[in-house]
């Protein structure tokens, strides 16, 4: 049977169809969408909701002049659909397929590469401002979620663009979530506005009825403006968005295609930054989603006929979460703060048996940094479980607030090391080597539950400083039938004082270990240096370390300013030197498996294989 997504490969096609047909069609990419996320995994509740204000937007702005700059990007599947990518939808998120989010290597429809919340704004205002400056065609449309409207660079773009002399269109996609449920008092200001049908009924009516008077409507219409606003700012007191200098429009529905369409037409013409309010349901069309748009969001492959998953129960996040709540039990300044990922960080339980010690701050990991130093200078113990490639966000806040006066607090750094199919964007490898910049702060890399929970248990113990655990996404690997973990700031495997030594931390040292089993067979004596705690170094590590011929550091993060970096510098002070190879990871990551991208780095046992065996060749 023939559909009518298969005669789409580009946004000029969706002119030809018919209201009906453009509604079929959007039936069709949320089944293409759930078909491919149930196999591939990845965003499906956020781009279901997005469905009609993407066909939409793209039937009102065709030409590839006219810039959609997706917030996030969690809901720009449809867009990849429409914009001539349809028939590589199955290769979404997988080693050498579509992004999955908007990135300009791959389209040049996708007008900027997006993964983090609240950048839209900013990018979009750039990009018209380019424009205006070049005196070039085309629209420019910033897409926004009402989560990522809680991080402030959203209220940065706005403040700046409200003020710009040219067209400008911010689309509010106002689905009442992000990835846990909406938090704080935009949240709140944003349910009064939907909430109240009174203007939105009435400012229809008059328009509608002042526009087909003939010949005057327009002008009647026109000259009512001001008792519009006066009405307006009676029952609104105007919006924050009209403040900041915007044109405010909604909100609408946002599934309500043939409005949509009208209200996009509407806005293209008008010479000045212009703010549509749409309300969409996150996860539309498929009612295991609707149901729970939060375990939906980004997903595993699943089965489409019952939504279940074969996520496994027990990962080092559940471990974090359910060690956290153990603490917080015996110690009630124990508190947890997250920036809106209550889900993916397991701190859902804590939220039920500690109401009053969780905070969600939304997204906002700047504020939730100072938030939480505020906390510690009181004499609390806040523990922020933030995503490695989201702390990013707050290294000023981690200098300035924290560490400068030495306040404790605990980050539990969720996701550190290669993370797979996100790619990119979302690749926690950054965050040792921006760690190790920073005075006053600790950190440990469990390679195990047992060690995690050890790890957590000392950093909330400690006395003063930040403290990181920093952990790896997913299940642990294969662990050693003879390896004991200590608990002490480092461990020795293998051989003893064997003229070979690999140091390593983190789910590496599992990798390390089959490369010494495998190596072991071939004659090779090895020994492994496993770092517990990764900052401050252990100098009996260090020390030992010296006594090797040959030291290999294998690191899951970047090579400069990481690890690998300070140990090898370190030994270079002592009286011996060992021949070392620093092997970490330079530049961005891509998405693939994790699997995958560990072997491509070659810190994948054979990796690790290969290049001892390479360099001890040379060696003999």
Not at 482 to 504: E, K, Q, R
């Amino acid at each position: 049977m023939k559909h009518i997504l298969d005669n789409i490969h580009s946004p000029d096609d969706l002119q030809k169809l018919s209201l009906d047909e453009l509604n079929v069609l959007c039936g069709e990419i949320r089944s293409q969408i759930i078909k491919t996320v149930s196999t591939n995994g990845g965003h499906l509740s956020s781009n279901l909701g997005a469905v009609e204000l993407t066909v939409a937007l793209r039937r009102v702005f065709p030409s590839i002049d006219d810039k959609i700059v997706w917030d996030v990007g969690h809901q720009s599947y449809t867009h990849k659909i429409l914009t001539g990518r349809q028939d590589r939808l199955a290769t979404i998120r997988k080693k050498g397929g579509l992004c999955g989010y908007p990135n300009r290597e791959e389209s040049p429809y996708d007008a900027f590469n997006a993964g983090h919340a609240s950048t839209s704004i900013s990018a979009a205002l750039g990009i018209a401002q380019a424009k205006k400056l070049k005196g070039e065609a085309g629209n420019v449309v910033a897409v926004i979620g009402d989560g990522a409207l809680t991080g402030g660079l959203a209220y940065e773009g706005l403040n700046n663009a409200g003020r710009f002399r040219g067209k400008l269109i911010v689309v509010l996609n106002d689905n009442t979530m992000s990835i846990s449920r909406n938090v704080g008092s935009i949240a709140r200001y944003l349910a009064t506005i939907r909430t109240n049908p009174a203007y939105r009924k009435v400012k229809g009516d008059v328009e509608s009825v002042l526009r087909k008077i003939p010949a005057v409507g327009e002008h009647l219409y026109r000259g009512a403006s001001k008792a519009k606003s006066a009405f307006k700012h009676m029952i609104y007191n105007n919006t924050i968005f009209e403040d900041l200098g915007f044109l405010y429009f909604g909100p609408f529905d946002g599934h309500d295609l043939e409005n949509l369409l009208d209200v996009f037409t509407n806005a293209k013409d008008i010479d000045r930054p212009v703010l549509i309010h749409l309300v969409t349901s996150k996860g539309k069309g498929y009612h295991f989603a609707e149901e729970n748009p939060g375990r939906f969001h980004g997903i595993s492959s699943f089965d489409i006929k019952t939504g279940s998953t074969s996520l496994q129960e027990t990962n080092f996040s559940t471990v974090f979460g359910s060690t956290l709540c153990s603490i917080a039990a015996k110690d009630r300044r124990v508190c947890a703060i997250t920036a809106a990922m209550q889900l993916g960080t397991s701190l859902s339980d804590f939220a039920i048996h500690y109401p009053d010690r969780f905070f969600d701050v939304g997204i906002a990991e700047e504020h939730a940094v100072t938030f939480a130093s505020g906390l510690a200078v009181s004499g609390l113990i806040p523990v922020c479980a933030i995503y490695s490639t989201f702390l990013q966000r707050s290294y000023d806040q981690l200098i300035h607030d924290a560490a400068l006066q030495n306040a404790h607090m605990v980050l539990a750094i969720d996701r550190g090391g290669v993370v797979g199919s996100d790619g990119e964007t979302h690749q926690g490898v950054f965050d040792v080597a921006f760690l190790n910049t920073i005075p006053n702060t600790t950190i440990y890399a469990p390679s195990y539950y047992e060690e995690l929970s050890a790890d957590l248990a000392l950093a909330v113990d400690a006395s003063e400083g930040i403290v990181a655990v920093r952990y790896p996404r997913g299940s642990q690997l294969f662990k050693p039938f003879d390896f004991t973990c200590s608990g002490h700031p480092y461990d020795v495997y293998g051989l003893p004082n064997a003229a070979i030594t690999i140091v390593t931390y983190g789910r590496l040292f599992s990798y390390a270990c089959q490369a010494l089993f495998s190596l072991r067979e071939k004659g090779l004596a090895v020994s492994i240096i496993k770092l517990n705690r990764i900052k401050p170094i252990p100098e009996e590590a260090l020390a030992l370390a010296a006594r090797a011929e040959k030291l290999f550091f294998f690191e899951e993060g970047v090579e400069q300013g990481g690890v690998g970096e300070h140990f090898i510098t370190a030994l270079q002070k002592g009286p011996h030197v060992p021949c070392c190879y620093l092997r970490g990871i330079c530049g961005f990551v891509k998405h693939a498996s994790m699997e995958e991208s560990l072997r491509e780095l070659a810190l994948d046992p054979a990796g690790m294989e290969n290049l001892i065996e390479s360099e001890c060749g040379k060696w003999q």
